[in-house]
């Protein structure tokens, strides 16, 4: 099992371009959330999923959109970087259900993202 | 969700059992206290979970008082390997994505 793939792993964009960022993930979990990590900073949700076609809104959702048009993958998008955005994105997902392993989410490696 | 409070660094000498605490003072009684870890520059890992019992793994122990309003990770032979940021979080099970919130954790220094 590769788990949680995240592509690309770097990229350097230009203030205004667009880009999106693919995580995949093949344990048929429900659940799939995109997070931010800034230097010295935790974790900061984006957008999650409660499955195929679902999408909401986690803490900082502003200039990100998020498709999750099949159960496997979620993609997050740019529509027009900004500097702020720097950062690395991490994808989790997890399994359904309220049950204590709920709770337990599988990262990707990471895409470190530059916003020039 | 309940606040946890970590401190923000310890260290440990190679081999030695590494002792995380966790305050979780305002926690319910349907809350489990999670721990992952995020080593350098990858993403967080999982690392154990649990409600009132102490539990065991591969990866490590988790103590939680009789009162659970703390608890203790504990890495029993530490290698330098472990060094990472600990992240201690109380999440209830309910229906739905679970929004985990990753607080500034605990910088885990191993020393050779």
Redesign the interface.
Known sequence: NAG?TQTPKFRVLKTGQSMTLLCAQDMNHE?M?W?RQDPG???R?IH???GEGTT?K?EVPDGYNVSRLKKQNFLLGLESAAPSQTS?Y?C?S?KQ????G?????????SRLTVL | DAKTTQPPSMDCAEGRAANLPCNHSTISGNEYVYWYRQIHSQGPQYIIHGLKNNETNEMASLIITEDRKSSTLILPHATLRDTAVYYCIVRPLIQGAQKLVFGQGTRLTINP
């Not at chain 1, 259900?97 to 204590?100: D, F, L, P, V």
């Not at chain 1, 709920?102 to 990471?110: D, I, K, M, S």
């Open positions: 949680v659940y959330y997070y900073m935790g974790l949700l999650y999923s409660v909401a986690g690395v991490f989790a997890a259900g309220a049950s204590s709920a709770n337990v989410l599988t990262f990707g490696a990471g």
